[in-house]
């Protein structure tokens, strides 16, 4: 069995399907849906990662969360209108998300290749 440090093996997993794009990726329910995204390979516009800043605010089409902090930076007419806060919100059922932001992460540039030494 493979070592997961995480421990994302043993917790439940659960669909997250973000729309328009139809990407779908696992998210854990003790992990963040932003990270679980980035372990997918998707970007979601985030900043802080506590739930101040509301730079990831999406909607939450179907499904349910709870959230990691106990007041997200959220008022009660957006939580009833079904906006949520993927950085510090944990799936609970399969979601789909209105998350018109999200991005597939390019991978990172190659490092340029280093000289060493004196070249002949």
């Not at 990691?68 to 609970?92: M, N, Q, S």
Request: hydrophobic content about 40%.
């Amino acid at each position: 069995m493979p070592i997961d440090p995480e421990n994302r093996l043993s917790q439940p997993q659960f669909a997250v399907t973000l729309q328009p794009q139809a990407w779908r990726f696992d998210s854990g329910a003790e992990e963040s849906i932003v990270l679980a995204a980035r372990r997918a390979g998707i970007r979601m516009p985030s900043s802080c990662r506590n739930g101040t800043c509301r730079a990831c605010r999406c909607r939450l089409l179907e499904g349910s969360v709870v959230y990691a902090v106990e007041r997200p930076g959220l008022t009660p007419d957006e939580k009833e209108e079904g906006w949520i806060l993927p950085c510090v919100a944990h799936a609970r059922a399969p979601l789909v998300i209105e998350a018109p932001g999200a991005r597939v992460r390019e991978p990172p540039a190659p490092l340029p290749a280093t000289l060493t030494g004196a070249r002949r």
